[in-house]
């Protein structure tokens, strides 16, 4: 991919952009082996993935990503062969002096099979998802991916990146690029022109001094109210964080305030639909494990459910009672590589939540639907209270699933929820629905114990 982008930047009349190691030391991201960029992006600058061997870092790698993600754009030949791609891989020499053979790490094999999977999702993103995109109303909102895996998951995770040079680089590049391809769409008319202006004088010279009017989009408050029939709050859940000790807030009480204040000035409505890239309730069995571990397991297990924080878990509970009128509260996330979801009524108001998490589209956890049932059936051995889960009513037994999910919500010309449906897939390629009854549901804690 990063060779295609080279020659799609080119074509774009975007200019080559040098990286910042240190203050005073500089690199040309395209003259390092398109499979060794990890030396330069060390867990000491923020970047903790196990994949940073080919990391994005300029404005144009995130821009060329999005191109291709969202509309399958390439070069007019399409993806490099394996011989063109070799001189800019890294390799090793083995056998004896003289006799001497170069040894790659990324080979021809790894490059068959990525070449195929790509293809295959070029043909679609061509095919489906522009037609999609053309023809439904689409929002959007962040996760850690647009920036780096595991953005301000830690504390000092967050102090890294936004510490070292080449952590608020690539920051800053992929939260502009985050704005032109997602953000922009989402309220239009609060994207000044004079922002836009700053972004395009950066892509056309990308140098540090036309970066730094930039730094600014690393402190924004990148979620949004959209007041329609059900009006939806989107949260931000990623730049706003706090880190007391070993408690993680997933947004700071002023920030929870500012959308309570938001939510009470809504129009009446007995549903309101909220957006958190993280899960308000999740599955509980990940999260026991998840808050029992140390500092140094936390990017590991992905440590930062709501529940980190009861605080700032009461905190939004109490500002999304708030909404005029409000009986139901629909909570849509994703994020954790699995699919479920709960129910949670609140005891003073009596208002529902509805946890529905689709996720993940693409990315299974390890161990997949085994893996996530051995945990089940290991914490519930120590705890004997029962998660209100949504139970399928269509013949499922399962809660939880960790085959590839895209979630659906039905509601009445009330704006009652209806049904929630899960749409599946299987790793061998067949397919199956899992369908709540939000009218008359059944949870896994109304279950007899066995």
Not at 73 to 90: C, I, S, W
Not at 122 to 145: K, L, P, W
Not at 181 to 188: F, V
Request: proline residues 5%; charged residues 25%; aromatic residues 10%.
């Amino acid at each position: 991919m990063l060779y295609s982008f080279r020659e799609l930047r080119r074509k774009l009349g975007i200019q080559e952009e040098k990286a910042v190691k240190e203050v005073t030391k500089h690199f040309n991201p395209e003259a390092v082996k398109l499979d060794n960029r990890k030396k330069y992006l060390s867990s000491n600058s923020g970047f903790t993935s196990g994949e940073r061997r080919s990391h994005l870092i300029t404005f144009s790698d995130y821009l060329c990503m999005y191109l291709f993600s969202f509309a399958g754009v390439l070069p007019d030949r399409g993806f490099a062969d394996y011989e063109t791609l070799q001189p800019h891989l890294k390799y090793s020499n083995r056998g004896d002096l003289g006799d001497e053979i170069k040894i790659y790490k990324y080979g021809r094999p790894n490059y068959d099979r990525d070449k195929k999977a790509l293809e295959s999702f070029t043909s679609t993103v061509r095919r489906d998802v522009r037609s999609v995109f053309a023809n439904i109303v689409v929002y959007m909102i962040f996760d850690d991916h647009e920036v780096t895996d595991d953005w301000n998951l830690t504390e000092a995770n967050q102090t890294n990146l936004r510490t070292s040079p080449i952590g608020k680089q690539v920051q800053i590049n992929a939260l502009s690029t985050y704005l032109l391809c997602q953000h922009w769409g989402n309220q239009p008319h609060r994207v000044e022109s004079r922002l836009l202006n700053k972004i395009q004088k950066m892509a056309l010279n990308p140098t540090k001094v036309n970066r730094q009017p930039l730094e600014t989009l690393c402190d924004n408050y990148w979620g949004y109210v959209l007041e329609q029939k059900p009006p939806v709050v989107v949260l931000d859940t990623r730049t706003q964080r706090v880190f007391s000790g070993d408690e993680l807030a997933l947004m700071s009480p002023d920030r929870l305030l500012m959308v309570g204040e938001q939510v009470k000035t809504l129009k009446r409505t007995s549903s309101l639909v909220v957006i958190s890239p993280t899960p308000v309730y999740g599955f509980t069995e990940a999260e026991v494990i998840q808050l029992r571990l140390g500092e140094k397991l936390k990017t590991f297990v992905d440590r930062e459910p709501w529940v980190a924080s009861e605080f700032a878990l009461r905190t939004l509970q109490a500002i999304l009672s708030q909404t005029p009128g409000v009986k139901d509260i629909i909570l849509f996330s994703g994020d954790v590589h699995y699919a479920f979801s709960r129910r949670q009524v609140l005891e003073n108001s009596g208002i529902t939540m509805w946890q529905l998490c689709s996720s993940a589209a693409c990315n299974s956890p390890v161990g997949g639907n085994k893996g996530l049932e051995l945990l089940k059936k290991v914490v519930n051995t120590f705890q004997k209270k029962r998660t209100p889960y949504l139970v399928p009513q269509n013949g499922k037994k399962t809660i939880v699933t960790s085959d590839k999910n895209i979630g659906e919500l039905s509601l009445y010309s009330e704006l009652h929820p209806v049904k929630a449906t899960l749409y599946c897939r299987r790793p061998d390629g067949s397919r199956y629905r899992m369908i709540y009854n939000l009218i008359n549901p059944k949870t896994y804690a109304d279950k007899p114990q066995k």
